[in-house]
């Protein structure tokens, strides 16, 4: 899971239904404590050593999963008849002392000092940069057609180096907005520029201060590469990139016909502001350095039972990676162990496929698992099997992703991400209904959640998506599921306590097993395929 390094307040979940009184239909089958214990407490073991991505610990959990799965008796779908589909990664550093920032103002040559005005990544795809072009601000970078946005209206950026402020309008709802966020990169590259500057603004640094940036700049970037090799690297013209410290981006604009302090006040006023040619140019340099290493992602197949149907896959998914052990000496406990991220959710998924197997009614469609890798690098490993599916993408009717449900107290409703965007929004409902749970607003829209796990990559891709975590009530009198939630998320998430020796609650796991195999029960045997809603902003994404 990839969260935000700040949460916003933590609501109170508000209740949109309630079915508790309808009888359970899967009585027959139903997931076992004990069995999610077990894979929990091999995956989170500390001989795994927190399964970084092309860690020898998780191979370990890679070759786990991959056992489980023929121990059902489930066909392999990764690559040349086995379970495995073996991917390779370029990580990229950024050479010591070689990044270089050059203004130049006509009159003046200004040298922008590292790290402490600007920072840069390394580039993955080629080992020396050196860019120089005219600047031209464009706002936010941003264009919706849904939302009448194109900051580049009437600006020419054609071989120049695109300057934006960091961020988006605070009208956009959340999950749009982070969608077109991420998009940034794509509108400047196809309008021709050759780099981008990102400004630091004044309410950024009171939300993620720039020296916080400067701290994490280090750590190496991550693509995939195509079997041909290539790296997944969209847009090559984009050579040149930079992030600059608020005080000292007025030095891009001491040509400009509006002046940087002006641009931060229409910010804080909630406008967008219009961009112009700064009239000044840079000179951006940088030097990186390459690495290949390899990890898989792991798969496999329930064949459907319908002559039709059986060509079409409901696709569970959930990340076997973590993020390795810490670098912090001061603790003694260096091993990022992931047990609620995600050995929880592979667990999960583990047992899903073992009810599919031994319920005694084989669904119409095909069921998929697929346990993921990379995911904490980026969603890397479900990006590269929504660009090399194992099986047709086009028949992959929909995707119930798996991530990090906090099995910790015994939840009375679920929160569903994408809910509101397709038809699996009723499935969810019926499916947690059967089990006496509600199904909840979203209580922390700003996280955006819905593009922040590894269901992101094949929605983008026009594959319905829903992902379930546990909601913030709680059956158990005197306790409030928020706070317990909360609680795990500021002092275990992404930390060596996130370990099998938490307080987990077994048959909460049991319940949201149920749910999770109810969903996809339903979408493998009901007649049409899940559908976008018309009017979702998700449903039309290119
Ligand atoms: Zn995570």
Redesign the pocket.
Known sequence: ??FFSYIGAIAVALSLSACADESPSNEAVSADALALQAHLEFLASDDLEGRDTGSRGHEIAAKYIAAKFKSLGLEPAGDDGTYFQRIKFRRSFLEENSASFTLNTGEDEISLDYPKEFITGPSAYSEEDDVEAPLVFVGYGLVSEAFGINDYEGLDVEGKIVVMVSGRPEELPSEEGAHLNSSKTKFAAERGAVGIINLHTPAREKVRPFEVSVMYQRAPSVRWLHPNGEPNVAFKNIAASAYVQHEAAEKLFVNAPVQLEEIFAQLEAGESPKGFDLGVSARLQRASRHEEISSPNVAAVLPGSDDKLKNEYVLYTAHSD??GMTKDLSQDDHINN?AM??ASGVSVMLETARMFKESGQQPKRSIMFLSITA??RGLLGADYFAHHPTVPLSQIVANVNLD?PVLLYDFADVIAFGSTHSTLGDTVARAAGQFGIDLSEDPMPEQAIFTRSDHYPFVKKGVPAVFLMTGFTSKTEGEDGGEVWGEFFAEHY?RPSDQPDLPINYEAGVTFTNINFAIGQEIANQVERPRWLPESFFSQLD
Do not use: L, T, V
């Open positions: 899971m990839r973590h993020i992931g991220d995600n995911e904490e990090m992404h």
